[in-house]
């Protein structure tokens, strides 16, 4: 007997970050956090449960995954098992239409699309905010990309795991758009996960990070209610720069950027100055992500391209929430 489910996540730049967690084994943020949903980068993801299968198997990009990476994907498949009580392996196959541990966000839109595929299969058919509790316990950010627009991850209260939920906030359907400098897609020396932990222990900012981020984060969702963008934007940037700079104040220190990071925000500094109202934002690696208004971007990627080359600069839209992904549109 087998059951499938497949489904699309897109990834979720987060505008008010999440860099820290208060309990790892059920991944409770420190702070709540909000991002936007991108419509450019996403991930598909397979899973036949197949009663003839010993153990979970799982391909990325059509490569079988090492026994530490599959076991990461059995991990989170077993939170689905124990509320059906089932005990099925699973098949996992899984595309990344996304740099893959670049600061991309990779590790949203997998575990979303993830959770989304094994609800499918499982039957369970969870409810999206339900849902989003589940894909939190593969990746913190992949709570955020059950929804499109922007979506906040409330932080949820003390140890109760189902209260740390993603809530949509608003479909950012009014001019908003996002432009990814590229400045280098390898892979990070140092995941998230390890960076933020390490930044709790040992940076003398990290209580004001968690103060002002969450007053920061009540002020932009004002901005969002009010269609102010350049108060969002100036939110988005201020509260990026902190986050990298509670890093800095790590011991030792953790810096994610190159010296092209510092480019592009110089130019996208330039760019402003202009009278085109852009932002940056960074997360866990070295690419810079600009946001815009959309109908800026034509004139923004022209400026961009007098410094950048035509692949580094990658234009996107907002994107939608998770989708199923029926038989006939399942392309791999
Ligand atoms: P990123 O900035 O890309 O999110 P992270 O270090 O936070 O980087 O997460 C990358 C990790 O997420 C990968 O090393 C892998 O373990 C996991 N991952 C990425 N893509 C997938 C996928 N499609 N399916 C399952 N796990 C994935
Ligand atoms: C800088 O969600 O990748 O992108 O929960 O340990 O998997 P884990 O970390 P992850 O961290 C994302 C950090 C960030 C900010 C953000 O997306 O809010």
Redesign the pocket.
């Known amino acids: 007997m087998t059951h499938i489910g497949r489904c699309r996540a897109h990834t979720n730049i987060a505008l008010i970050k999440y860099w820290g967690k208060r309990n790892e084994e059920l991944f409770l943020p420190m702070n709540s956090s909000l991002s936007l949903t991108l419509e450019a980068f996403y991930?598909d993801?397979e899973v036949v449960l197949d009663d003839n299968l010993d153990s979970d198997i799982f391909y990325?990009d059509d490569i079988k995954q090492s026994d530490k990476?599959t076991a990461?994907?059995t991990q989170f498949l077993n939170l689905f098992r124990d509320l059906a009580n089932i005990k099925t392996r699973a098949c996992v196959k899984?595309y990344?239409h996304v740099p893959?541990?670049?600061?991309?966000?990779?590790?949203?839109s997998?575990f979303s699309a993830?959770a989304g595929a094994m609800n499918q299969a499982t039957g369970l058919d969870l409810d999206l905010k339900t849902l989003s509790t589940f894909a939190r316990r593969g990746?913190g950010s992949a709570t955020r990309s059950l929804y499109g627009g922007f979506v906040e991850w409330y932080m949820g209260e003390g140890d109760e795991s189902d209260s740390s939920h993603a809530i949509p906030v608003d479909d950012a359907s009014w001019d908003i758009g996002m432009i990814v400098i590229a400045v280098n897609t390898g892979r990070?020396k140092l995941?998230?996960r390890v960076g933020m932990k390490h930044t709790i222990a040992t940076s003398p900012f990290y209580s004001s990070w968690v103060e002002t981020a969450t007053s920061d984060l009540t002020k932009m969702k004002d901005a969002i209610k009010q269609k102010d963008f350049i108060t969002l934007g100036e939110i988005t940037e201020s509260n990026g720069m902190k986050m990298h700079a509670t890093m800095l104040g790590a011991f030792p220190p953790i810096s994610y950027w190159e010296p092209d990071s510092v480019k592009a925000i110089s130019k996208v500094k330039e760019i402003r100055e202009t009278g085109i109202p852009c932002y940056v934002t960074m997360?866990?690696?070295p690419n810079v992500k600009v946001l815009c208004r959309q109908s800026d971007m034509d004139k923004i990627e022209a400026l961009l391209l007098e410094d950048f080359n035509r692949e580094q600069i990658i234009p996107t839209q907002v994107g939608e929430g998770i989708k199923l992904i029926s038989d006939s549109d399942w392309n791999y």
């Open positions: 991930t993801t990325l990476e990461k994907i899984s990344n893959t541990a670049a600061g991309l966000a990779s590790s949203a997998a993830l990746s990070k995941s998230s997360d866990a690696g």
